[in-house]
């Protein structure tokens, strides 16, 4: 089979993460994707994490009834150590040895990813669906970078066709002021956000 792993904080989930997911499955032919949730034990996040058991459930209420997306907790039940994406495929391709596995992600990620802890080490073991966002030139950030460009045949770079770019940190940032964020969140999740005061403070 042909997996998609998309690894998020999923804080919150939105409809841009929905969308991107949908294209790429559609386009690329995967028969499911994984929502990899990042762990709130992660040390290398810039602010902490939402706790783990509310984000996944915000995820589960989301994806609901979907059949090609599947929650995977790998990461977020790792020890703190363990939580960067190359331990995370690595478990993963032992979890789903005859299968093929894409890391998918946007190309702000692309734009650091070099960069990232044990990044040289994920980048030559594994593929990666890249997803264009608006002011990132895919093709230059790869000629600009000499490991990426040593394993550009790693990358599948492809432009997502519709412009929902919706940040987690934006809907945060609403949600925080009191300002509507309906039709930004999966109802389900946002309902389930409302209720239990998330991203108030």
């Given at each position: 089979m042909k997996i998609g792993v998309f690894g998020s904080a999923f804080d919150p989930i939105t409809l841009g993460h929905m969308v991107t997911m949908e294209m790429i499955s559609d386009r690329r032919g995967f028969d499911f994707i994984l929502l990899l949730l990042s762990s709130d034990k992660r040390i290398d996040k810039s602010r902490q994490l939402t706790a783990n058991f509310h984000r996944l459930n915000m995820v589960?209420?989301?994806?609901?009834?979907?059949?090609?997306?599947?929650?995977?907790?790998?990461?977020?039940?790792?020890?703190?150590?363990e939580t960067y994406t190359y331990y995370t495929m690595k478990k993963l391709a032992k979890k789903y040895p005859n299968d093929e596995l894409y890391f998918l992600m946007g190309a702000d990620n692309l734009a650091?990813?070099?960069?990232?802890?044990?990044?040289?080490?994920?980048?030559?073991?594994?593929?990666?669906?890249?997803?264009?966002?608006?002011?990132?030139?895919?093709?230059?950030?790869?000629?600009?970078?000499?490991?990426?460009?040593?394993?550009?045949?790693?990358?599948?770079?492809?432009?997502?066709?519709?412009?929902?770019?919706?940040?987690?940190?934006?809907?945060?940032?609403?949600?925080?002021?009191?300002?509507?964020v309906k039709y930004l969140v999966?109802?389900?999740?946002?309902?389930?956000?409302?209720?239990?005061?998330?991203?108030?403070e």
């Open positions: 589960k209420l989301a994806i609901d009834g979907q059949r090609k997306f599947k929650i995977e907790t790998v990461e977020m039940n790792a020890a703190g150590w650091n990813i070099s960069s990232w802890k044990y990044g040289k080490e994920l980048i030559e073991s594994n593929r990666f669906v890249v997803m264009g966002r608006e002011g990132y030139d895919m093709a230059e950030m790869i000629a600009q970078d000499s490991l990426l460009t040593k394993y550009e045949h790693h990358f599948d770079c492809l432009s997502k066709g519709v412009k929902v770019e919706t940040s987690s940190s934006f809907i945060r940032s609403r949600l925080k002021d009191g300002l509507s999966p109802e389900k999740a946002l309902q389930y956000a409302l209720a239990h005061g998330l991203y108030k």
